[in-house]
Protein backbone atom coordinates (compact mmCIF):
# COMPACT_ATOMS: atom_id res chain seq x y z
CA UNK A 1 0.00 0.00 0.00
CA UNK A 2 2.99 2.27 0.45
CA UNK A 3 4.29 1.84 -2.63
CA UNK A 4 1.41 2.89 -4.35
CA UNK A 5 0.67 5.91 -2.40
CA UNK A 6 4.23 7.27 -2.89
CA UNK A 7 3.57 8.12 -6.73
CA UNK A 8 1.07 10.93 -5.33
CA UNK A 9 2.88 12.13 -3.07
CA UNK A 10 5.52 13.18 -5.13
CA UNK A 11 3.20 14.29 -7.47
CA UNK A 12 1.61 16.38 -5.10
CA UNK A 13 5.31 17.60 -3.53
CA UNK A 14 6.64 18.34 -7.30
CA UNK A 15 3.24 20.84 -8.02
CA UNK A 16 3.85 22.54 -4.58
CA UNK A 17 7.05 23.56 -5.94
CA UNK A 18 6.26 24.22 -8.89
CA UNK A 19 3.61 26.83 -7.91
CA UNK A 20 6.24 28.11 -5.35
CA UNK A 21 8.77 28.77 -8.44
CA UNK A 22 5.90 30.49 -10.38
CA UNK A 23 5.27 32.82 -7.20
CA UNK A 24 8.35 34.70 -7.94
CA UNK A 25 8.49 37.04 -10.50
CA UNK A 26 11.67 36.29 -13.22
CA UNK A 27 13.05 39.92 -12.13
CA UNK A 28 13.27 38.99 -8.69
CA UNK A 29 15.18 36.97 -6.38
CA UNK A 30 13.79 35.10 -3.82
CA UNK A 31 15.61 33.78 -0.70
CA UNK A 32 13.86 32.38 1.86
CA UNK A 33 11.04 34.84 3.27
CA UNK A 34 12.67 37.81 1.25
CA UNK A 35 11.67 38.84 -1.94
CA UNK A 36 14.54 41.52 -3.65
CA UNK A 37 13.08 43.32 -6.73
CA UNK A 38 15.32 46.25 -6.64
CA UNK A 39 17.26 47.91 -9.11
CA UNK A 40 15.15 46.14 -11.79
CA UNK A 41 13.42 48.47 -13.86
CA UNK A 42 10.28 48.50 -12.56
CA UNK A 43 7.67 51.05 -13.77
CA UNK A 44 4.54 49.09 -11.68
CA UNK A 45 4.51 45.78 -9.34
CA UNK A 46 4.85 42.59 -10.05
CA UNK A 47 1.86 41.02 -10.74
CA UNK A 48 2.14 37.67 -8.97
CA UNK A 49 4.57 38.07 -5.39
CA UNK A 50 5.06 35.13 -2.79
CA UNK A 51 2.59 35.15 -0.18
CA UNK A 52 5.15 34.20 2.34
CA UNK A 53 7.22 37.50 1.79
CA UNK A 54 8.28 38.70 5.08
CA UNK A 55 10.63 41.36 3.38
CA UNK A 56 10.09 42.89 0.09
CA UNK A 57 12.25 45.27 -1.13
CA UNK A 58 11.24 47.02 -4.54
CA UNK A 59 13.91 50.06 -4.31
CA UNK A 60 15.75 51.76 -6.97
CA UNK A 61 12.73 51.58 -9.71
CA UNK A 62 10.24 53.80 -11.42
CA UNK A 63 7.11 52.48 -9.18
CA UNK A 64 4.75 56.12 -9.49
CA UNK A 65 1.18 54.79 -8.38
CA UNK A 66 0.13 52.08 -5.64
CA UNK A 67 -3.11 51.32 -5.79
CA UNK A 68 -5.49 49.86 -3.04
CA UNK A 69 -4.50 46.47 -2.10
CA UNK A 70 -1.82 46.74 -3.42
CA UNK A 71 -0.18 44.13 -0.41
CA UNK A 72 -2.99 42.83 0.73
CA UNK A 73 -1.96 39.17 -0.52
CA UNK A 74 0.88 39.26 1.75
CA UNK A 75 0.28 38.86 5.14
CA UNK A 76 2.65 38.25 6.73
CA UNK A 77 4.68 41.26 5.36
CA UNK A 78 6.56 43.51 7.95
CA UNK A 79 9.54 44.91 6.04
CA UNK A 80 8.92 47.26 3.03
CA UNK A 81 11.70 49.18 1.12
CA UNK A 82 10.20 51.69 -1.95
CA UNK A 83 12.73 53.82 -1.73
CA UNK A 84 14.58 55.78 -4.71
CA UNK A 85 11.04 55.42 -7.01
CA UNK A 86 8.84 58.06 -8.69
CA UNK A 87 6.02 57.62 -5.50
CA UNK A 88 3.84 61.22 -5.88
CA UNK A 89 0.91 60.00 -3.56
CA UNK A 90 -0.63 56.94 -2.42
CA UNK A 91 -4.33 56.28 -2.92
CA UNK A 92 -7.03 55.05 -0.43
CA UNK A 93 -6.20 51.66 1.02
CA UNK A 94 -2.90 50.71 -0.13
CA UNK A 95 -1.66 48.84 3.22
CA UNK A 96 -5.25 47.14 3.34
CA UNK A 97 -4.79 43.62 4.82
CA UNK A 98 -1.24 44.33 5.65
CA UNK A 99 -0.94 45.38 9.08
CA UNK A 100 2.01 43.54 10.43
CA UNK A 101 4.36 46.04 9.01
CA UNK A 102 7.20 47.29 11.00
CA UNK A 103 9.41 49.12 8.98
CA UNK A 104 8.31 51.49 5.83
CA UNK A 105 10.68 53.26 3.72
CA UNK A 106 9.15 55.34 1.63
CA UNK A 107 12.63 58.06 1.36
CA UNK A 108 13.90 59.89 -1.63
CA UNK A 109 10.38 59.52 -3.78
CA UNK A 110 8.54 62.24 -4.87
CA UNK A 111 5.78 62.58 -2.13
CA UNK A 112 3.95 66.03 -1.68
CA UNK A 113 1.12 66.09 0.42
CA UNK A 114 1.16 63.42 3.72
CA UNK A 115 -2.22 62.64 3.84
CA UNK A 116 -4.14 61.27 6.93
CA UNK A 117 -5.09 58.16 5.40
CA UNK A 118 -1.76 57.30 4.08
CA UNK A 119 -0.92 54.69 6.97
CA UNK A 120 -4.21 53.85 8.16
CA UNK A 121 -4.02 50.21 9.42
CA UNK A 122 -0.27 50.17 9.97
CA UNK A 123 -0.94 49.87 14.40
CA UNK A 124 2.16 47.43 14.19
CA UNK A 125 4.91 50.30 12.30
CA UNK A 126 7.45 50.89 14.41
CA UNK A 127 9.73 52.62 11.53
CA UNK A 128 8.78 55.32 8.93
CA UNK A 129 10.86 56.45 6.72
CA UNK A 130 10.01 59.74 4.38
CA UNK A 131 13.14 61.99 4.12
CA UNK A 132 14.32 63.34 0.77
CA UNK A 133 10.95 63.63 -1.18
CA UNK A 134 9.12 67.15 -1.87
CA UNK A 135 6.89 67.16 1.33
CA UNK A 136 5.48 70.75 1.42
CA UNK A 137 2.25 69.23 4.36
CA UNK A 138 1.69 67.21 7.28
CA UNK A 139 -1.87 66.76 7.66
CA UNK A 140 -2.69 66.49 10.78
CA UNK A 141 -3.88 62.85 11.59
CA UNK A 142 -0.78 61.47 9.46
CA UNK A 143 0.18 59.67 12.64
CA UNK A 144 -3.07 58.77 14.42
CA UNK A 145 -3.50 55.22 15.19
CA UNK A 146 0.19 54.57 14.68
CA UNK A 147 0.60 53.70 18.30
CA UNK A 148 3.88 51.31 18.25
CA UNK A 149 5.54 54.37 16.30
CA UNK A 150 9.66 54.50 17.58
CA UNK A 151 11.24 56.56 14.75
CA UNK A 152 9.87 58.88 12.01
CA UNK A 153 12.15 60.53 9.61
CA UNK A 154 11.10 63.70 7.49
CA UNK A 155 14.38 65.45 6.98
CA UNK A 156 15.15 66.76 3.52
CA UNK A 157 11.96 68.37 2.55
CA UNK A 158 9.95 71.34 2.21
CA UNK A 159 7.59 71.16 5.65
CA UNK A 160 6.63 74.58 6.99
CA UNK A 161 4.51 73.51 9.71
CA UNK A 162 4.04 70.04 11.57
CA UNK A 163 0.98 68.95 13.77
CA UNK A 164 3.04 68.63 17.13
CA UNK A 165 -0.28 68.51 18.95
CA UNK A 166 -1.37 65.25 17.61
CA UNK A 167 1.74 63.36 19.27
CA UNK A 168 0.52 62.32 22.76
CA UNK A 169 1.63 60.08 25.60
CA UNK A 170 -1.33 57.85 25.19
CA UNK A 171 -1.11 57.86 21.44
CA UNK A 172 2.52 57.69 20.61
CA UNK A 173 3.98 56.06 23.88
CA UNK A 174 7.36 54.84 22.34
CA UNK A 175 7.56 57.38 19.61
CA UNK A 176 11.57 58.40 20.55
CA UNK A 177 12.88 59.88 17.42
CA UNK A 178 11.33 62.76 15.19
CA UNK A 179 13.72 63.93 12.69
CA UNK A 180 12.39 67.64 11.08
CA UNK A 181 15.46 68.71 9.93
CA UNK A 182 16.77 70.13 6.66
CA UNK A 183 13.07 71.44 6.09
CA UNK A 184 11.44 74.86 5.87
CA UNK A 185 10.00 75.56 9.53
CA UNK A 186 10.26 79.62 10.23
CA UNK A 187 8.42 79.54 13.96
CA UNK A 188 7.97 76.95 16.80
CA UNK A 189 5.80 78.13 19.65
CA UNK A 190 6.87 76.66 22.99
CA UNK A 191 3.84 75.66 24.39
CA UNK A 192 3.55 73.53 21.36
CA UNK A 193 7.43 71.67 21.89
CA UNK A 194 6.48 71.15 25.87
CA UNK A 195 3.53 69.61 25.14
CA UNK A 196 5.17 67.09 23.38
CA UNK A 197 6.15 63.61 25.43
CA UNK A 198 9.76 63.81 27.15
CA UNK A 199 11.05 61.34 25.23
CA UNK A 200 9.79 62.85 21.78
CA UNK A 201 11.39 66.11 22.97
CA UNK A 202 14.77 63.93 23.76
CA UNK A 203 14.68 63.07 20.20
CA UNK A 204 13.28 66.04 18.12
CA UNK A 205 15.72 67.37 15.47
CA UNK A 206 15.57 70.76 13.98
CA UNK A 207 18.82 72.02 12.84
CA UNK A 208 19.06 73.20 9.41
CA UNK A 209 15.89 74.66 9.26
CA UNK A 210 14.59 78.40 8.04
CA UNK A 211 14.00 79.37 12.13
CA UNK A 212 13.88 83.21 12.70
CA UNK A 213 15.22 84.61 15.74
CA UNK A 214 12.39 84.93 18.55
CA UNK A 215 11.72 84.11 22.30
CA UNK A 216 9.84 81.40 21.72
CA UNK A 217 12.37 79.13 19.63
CA UNK A 218 14.95 80.44 22.32
CA UNK A 219 13.00 78.58 24.91
CA UNK A 220 12.82 75.58 23.17
CA UNK A 221 16.73 75.26 22.87
CA UNK A 222 17.63 76.90 26.25
CA UNK A 223 15.45 74.11 28.31
CA UNK A 224 17.30 71.75 25.51
CA UNK A 225 20.79 72.66 26.58
CA UNK A 226 19.98 72.71 30.11
CA UNK A 227 18.66 69.21 30.13
CA UNK A 228 21.79 68.54 28.06
CA UNK A 229 19.50 66.72 25.03
CA UNK A 230 21.68 65.15 22.54
CA UNK A 231 19.72 66.39 19.46
CA UNK A 232 21.09 69.68 20.73
CA UNK A 233 24.46 68.75 21.41
CA UNK A 234 25.21 66.65 18.19
CA UNK A 235 24.32 69.92 16.11
CA UNK A 236 25.36 72.80 18.14
CA UNK A 237 26.90 75.02 15.07
CA UNK A 238 23.63 74.00 12.69
CA UNK A 239 21.19 75.55 15.13
CA UNK A 240 21.07 78.76 13.62
CA UNK A 241 18.02 81.68 12.70
CA UNK A 242 17.88 84.45 10.52
CA UNK A 243 17.01 87.98 12.20
CA UNK A 244 14.10 89.51 11.41
CA UNK A 245 13.29 87.29 8.48
CA UNK A 246 16.67 88.41 6.51
CA UNK A 247 18.33 84.64 5.88
CA UNK A 248 21.43 86.56 4.99
CA UNK A 249 21.93 87.41 8.88
CA UNK A 250 22.03 84.67 10.66
CA UNK A 251 23.13 83.36 14.40
CA UNK A 252 23.90 80.57 16.22
CA UNK A 253 20.99 80.13 18.76
CA UNK A 254 23.63 78.81 22.12
CA UNK A 255 26.41 81.09 21.01
CA UNK A 256 24.66 84.74 20.68
CA UNK A 257 22.77 84.80 24.09
CA UNK A 258 22.87 88.77 24.35
CA UNK A 259 20.21 89.24 21.22
CA UNK A 260 17.82 87.09 23.28
CA UNK A 261 18.57 88.99 26.85
CA UNK A 262 15.21 90.31 26.58
CA UNK A 263 13.23 86.96 26.43
CA UNK A 264 11.40 85.67 29.20
CA UNK A 265 11.83 81.35 29.74
CA UNK A 266 10.63 79.67 32.21
CA UNK A 267 12.84 78.52 34.75
CA UNK A 268 12.62 74.59 35.67
CA UNK A 269 12.35 73.99 39.55
CA UNK A 270 11.68 71.00 41.38
CA UNK A 271 8.14 71.42 42.24
CA UNK A 272 5.25 71.48 40.09
CA UNK A 273 5.25 75.21 39.63
CA UNK A 274 5.93 77.26 36.60
CA UNK A 275 8.72 80.06 36.59
CA UNK A 276 9.25 82.91 34.68
CA UNK A 277 12.47 84.00 33.73
CA UNK A 278 14.22 86.73 32.06
CA UNK A 279 17.41 89.08 32.09
CA UNK A 280 17.70 93.12 32.20
CA UNK A 281 19.85 95.46 31.31
CA UNK A 282 19.95 99.02 31.90
CA UNK A 283 22.23 101.90 32.60
CA UNK A 284 22.71 103.38 36.26
CA UNK A 285 20.03 106.66 36.78
CA UNK A 286 17.48 105.18 33.91
CA UNK A 287 14.21 104.11 34.84
CA UNK A 288 13.44 100.34 34.80
CA UNK A 289 9.96 98.49 34.95
CA UNK A 290 9.75 94.64 36.38
CA UNK A 291 6.74 93.18 35.34
CA UNK A 292 5.55 90.21 37.24
CA UNK A 293 3.47 88.38 34.36
CA UNK A 294 3.32 84.72 35.80
CA UNK A 295 0.37 81.84 34.53
CA UNK A 296 -1.86 82.90 36.64
CA UNK A 297 -4.72 84.94 34.74
CA UNK A 298 -7.34 85.41 37.83
CA UNK A 299 -7.83 89.11 38.02
CA UNK A 300 -7.75 89.50 41.69
CA UNK A 301 -4.03 88.78 43.09
CA UNK A 302 -1.86 90.11 45.53
CA UNK A 303 2.00 90.46 44.65
CA UNK A 304 5.13 91.06 46.81
CA UNK A 305 8.62 91.21 45.27
CA UNK A 306 11.93 90.26 46.75
CA UNK A 307 14.74 92.90 45.61
CA UNK A 308 18.42 92.30 46.67
CA UNK A 309 18.75 95.37 48.36
CA UNK A 310 15.42 96.55 49.40
CA UNK A 311 14.45 93.51 50.90
CA UNK A 312 10.48 92.31 50.51
CA UNK A 313 8.41 95.18 48.84
CA UNK A 314 4.87 95.30 48.86
CA UNK A 315 1.90 97.72 47.97
CA UNK A 316 2.26 98.76 52.18
CA UNK A 317 5.70 98.69 53.06
CA UNK A 318 6.53 101.04 50.10
CA UNK A 319 8.69 104.08 52.03
CA UNK A 320 10.73 105.37 49.37
CA UNK A 321 9.16 107.49 46.23
CA UNK A 322 11.84 106.35 43.47
CA UNK A 323 10.07 102.69 43.99
CA UNK A 324 6.11 102.38 42.48
CA UNK A 325 4.32 99.16 42.52
CA UNK A 326 1.25 99.16 40.59
CA UNK A 327 -1.98 97.07 40.85
CA UNK A 328 -1.04 94.97 38.18
CA UNK A 329 2.40 93.68 39.60
CA UNK A 330 4.88 95.92 37.76
CA UNK A 331 7.62 97.22 39.65
CA UNK A 332 9.05 100.42 38.49
CA UNK A 333 12.77 101.98 39.66
CA UNK A 334 12.94 105.45 38.97
CA UNK A 335 16.62 105.83 39.15
CA UNK A 336 18.52 102.83 39.25
CA UNK A 337 22.27 102.33 41.32
CA UNK A 338 24.74 99.73 40.76
CA UNK A 339 24.23 98.14 44.27
CA UNK A 340 20.17 97.80 42.88
CA UNK A 341 21.75 94.56 40.55
CA UNK A 342 20.66 91.12 41.45
CA UNK A 343 17.72 88.79 41.17
CA UNK A 344 14.27 90.09 42.02
CA UNK A 345 11.74 88.01 42.72
CA UNK A 346 8.12 88.62 42.37
CA UNK A 347 5.30 86.18 43.93
CA UNK A 348 1.61 86.37 42.70
CA UNK A 349 -0.75 84.78 45.18
CA UNK A 350 -4.53 83.98 44.09
CA UNK A 351 -6.50 84.19 47.58
CA UNK A 352 -9.25 82.43 46.26
CA UNK A 353 -8.19 79.50 44.69
CA UNK A 354 -4.75 79.65 46.96
CA UNK A 355 -2.76 79.45 44.21
CA UNK A 356 0.87 81.07 43.50
CA UNK A 357 3.33 81.86 41.15
CA UNK A 358 6.77 83.05 40.75
CA UNK A 359 8.21 85.61 38.03
CA UNK A 360 12.05 85.61 38.40
CA UNK A 361 14.02 88.88 36.80
CA UNK A 362 17.87 89.02 37.00
CA UNK A 363 19.02 92.86 36.51
CA UNK A 364 21.98 93.94 35.85
CA UNK A 365 23.03 97.96 36.06
CA UNK A 366 25.96 99.19 33.87
CA UNK A 367 28.01 102.24 34.51
CA UNK A 368 27.42 105.17 32.19
CA UNK A 369 29.92 105.34 29.47
CA UNK A 370 31.59 108.38 31.01
CA UNK A 371 32.93 106.15 33.84
CA UNK A 372 34.14 103.76 30.93
CA UNK A 373 36.21 106.40 30.14
CA UNK A 374 37.79 107.37 33.41
CA UNK A 375 38.25 104.19 33.98
CA UNK A 376 40.36 103.72 30.80
CA UNK A 377 41.98 107.27 31.21
CA UNK A 378 43.49 106.10 34.83
CA UNK A 379 44.55 103.01 33.46
CA UNK A 380 46.43 104.75 30.93
CA UNK A 381 47.97 107.08 33.02
CA UNK A 382 49.19 104.64 35.60
CA UNK A 383 50.92 102.46 32.44
CA UNK A 384 52.85 105.72 31.55
CA UNK A 385 54.24 106.52 35.14
CA UNK A 386 55.46 102.63 35.21
CA UNK A 387 57.37 103.63 31.92
CA UNK A 388 58.96 106.59 33.14
CA UNK A 389 59.86 104.86 36.27
CA UNK A 390 61.31 101.81 34.40
CA UNK A 391 63.02 104.47 32.55
CA UNK A 392 64.91 106.50 35.59
CA UNK A 393 65.64 102.86 36.69
CA UNK A 394 67.82 102.20 33.72
CA UNK A 395 69.77 105.02 32.96
CA UNK A 396 70.32 106.84 36.40
CA UNK A 397 71.44 103.69 38.08
CA UNK A 398 74.61 104.40 39.67
CA UNK A 399 78.11 103.37 39.18
CA UNK A 400 78.19 103.17 35.11
CA UNK A 401 81.19 105.57 34.98
CA UNK A 402 84.93 104.16 34.11
CA UNK A 403 86.58 104.73 37.71
CA UNK A 404 83.67 103.47 39.48
CA UNK A 405 84.17 99.34 37.57
CA UNK A 406 85.62 96.97 40.08
CA UNK A 407 88.95 94.95 39.35
CA UNK A 408 87.73 91.46 38.07
CA UNK A 409 87.49 88.40 40.22
CA UNK A 410 90.55 85.72 40.08
CA UNK A 411 89.25 82.89 37.90
CA UNK A 412 89.31 80.34 40.47
CA UNK A 413 86.18 78.62 40.94
CA UNK A 414 84.73 79.22 44.12
CA UNK A 415 82.48 76.11 44.78
CA UNK A 416 83.82 72.47 44.03
CA UNK A 417 82.04 69.69 42.43
CA UNK A 418 82.26 66.33 40.61
CA UNK A 419 82.62 66.35 37.33
CA UNK A 420 81.56 63.38 36.35
CA UNK A 421 77.97 64.52 37.01
CA UNK A 422 78.12 66.62 34.13
CA UNK A 423 79.62 64.26 31.45
CA UNK A 424 76.06 64.53 29.76
CA UNK A 425 76.02 67.91 29.41
CA UNK A 426 79.41 68.47 29.09
CA UNK A 427 81.89 66.47 28.29
CA UNK A 428 81.70 66.63 24.37
CA UNK A 429 84.15 67.16 21.57
CA UNK A 430 85.24 70.82 19.82
CA UNK A 431 83.36 70.21 17.01
CA UNK A 432 80.12 68.66 19.37
CA UNK A 433 80.24 71.76 21.08
CA UNK A 434 79.90 74.08 18.12
CA UNK A 435 77.10 72.56 16.64
CA UNK A 436 75.33 73.13 20.37
CA UNK A 437 76.64 76.85 20.08
CA UNK A 438 75.12 77.26 16.70
CA UNK A 439 72.13 75.42 17.16
CA UNK A 440 71.38 75.89 21.10
CA UNK A 441 67.61 74.64 22.56
CA UNK A 442 68.55 75.35 26.15
CA UNK A 443 70.69 77.86 27.46
CA UNK A 444 72.09 76.58 30.36
CA UNK A 445 73.24 73.14 28.75
CA UNK A 446 75.53 75.15 26.69
CA UNK A 447 78.99 75.27 27.13
CA UNK A 448 81.27 78.14 27.86
CA UNK A 449 84.69 78.93 26.22
CA UNK A 450 87.73 81.08 27.47
CA UNK A 451 88.63 84.49 26.15
CA UNK A 452 91.34 82.85 24.27
CA UNK A 453 88.73 80.07 22.79
CA UNK A 454 90.79 77.30 24.78
CA UNK A 455 88.74 74.57 26.18
CA UNK A 456 87.14 74.55 29.69
CA UNK A 457 88.13 72.49 31.33
CA UNK A 458 87.21 71.64 35.85
CA UNK A 459 89.93 72.18 38.26
CA UNK A 460 90.53 70.07 40.86
Same mark, same amino acid.
Given at each position: ?? /??????????????????? @??????????????????????????????????????????? =??????? &???? !?? #??? !????????????????????????????????????????????? #????????????????????? %??? &? &???????????????????????????????????? !??? =?????????????????????????????????? =????????? &??? +???????????? $? #? %??????????????????????????????????????? $?????? %????????????????????????????? /?????? +?? @?????????????????????????????????????????????????????????????????????? /?????????????????????? %?????? +????????????????????????????? #??
Amino acid at each position: MT /SGLYPGHLLVLLCLLHGSE @ETCPSMCLCVSDTVSCSSSGLTKLPQSLPSFSVTLDLSHNYIS =WLGPGSF &KKMP !RL #ENL !RMSNNQLVSLDHGVFSNASSLRHLDLSSNKLQVVEQHYFEGLWRL #EELLLFNNKIAHVEAGTLSGL %SSL &K &KVYFSLNQITHFPFFSIQDHSHPFLSMLDLSSNRLS !RMR =WEDVKALPRLVQQGLYLHNNSLICDCSMYSVFWH =WDLRGYDSL &KDF +TEEHTCSIYGNT $R #E %SILFLQNSRFFRNCTVEKPVSLPVIVLFSNVLVTEGEKV $RLDCQT %SLSSADLSFTWVSPSKGNITQMSINDTLI /SLFPNG +TL @EIQATKVNDSGLYVCTAVDIKQSLNATREVNVTVLLPSADSFNTGYTTLLGCVVTSICIFIYLFLTPCRC /SYCKQPKSPATPSATYDPSTLT %SVFSLS +TRDRHKIQTNKRVAFMEPTLSEEGTEWTP #ES
